[in-house]
């Protein structure tokens, strides 16, 4: 069993900085996939990065490369997403997703975060 909890969004302005956390708990496995994503009132879910749990390679949407980025602290189960020179499109709820199988789809998701810019 895997458990996401999301912290640290809120509402800042145009040009603003956000670092949003998910917590993992559960077993550790071996090796999996931990990805962003994020939902605009009246728009399909997103994807917006994605990491490796063991090696940390990364990739993200082509629409926040450059300002965002997304790591990882492996003795706190924890992974993070930084935010910088935030718009407002970037308003969305914004949810942490687990791969634990490995197969490329996520199992797990956070409660989710809201995250709001302002003009």
């Known amino acids: 069993q895997v458990q996401l909890v999301e912290s640290g969004g809120g509402l800042v302005q145009t040009g603003g900085s956000l670092r949003l956390s998910c917590a993992v708990s559960g077993r550790t496995f071996s090796r999996y996939a931990m990805g962003w994503f994020r939902r605009a009132p009246g728009k399909e879910r997103e994807f917006v990065a994605r990491?490796?749990?063991?090696?940390?390679?990364?990739d993200y949407a082509d629409s926040v490369k450059g300002r965002f980025t997304i790591s990882k602290d492996n003795a706190k189960n924890t992974v993070y997403l930084q935010m910088n020179s935030l718009k407002p499109e970037d308003t969305a709820v914004y949810y942490c997703?687990?791969?634990?199988?490995?197969?490329?789809?996520?199992?797990?998701w956070g409660q989710g975060t809201q995250v709001t810019v302002s003009s």
């Open positions: 990491i490796r749990w063991s090696y940390g390679y990364t």
């Open positions: 997703a687990a791969d634990i199988s490995g197969d490329g789809k996520y199992d797990y």
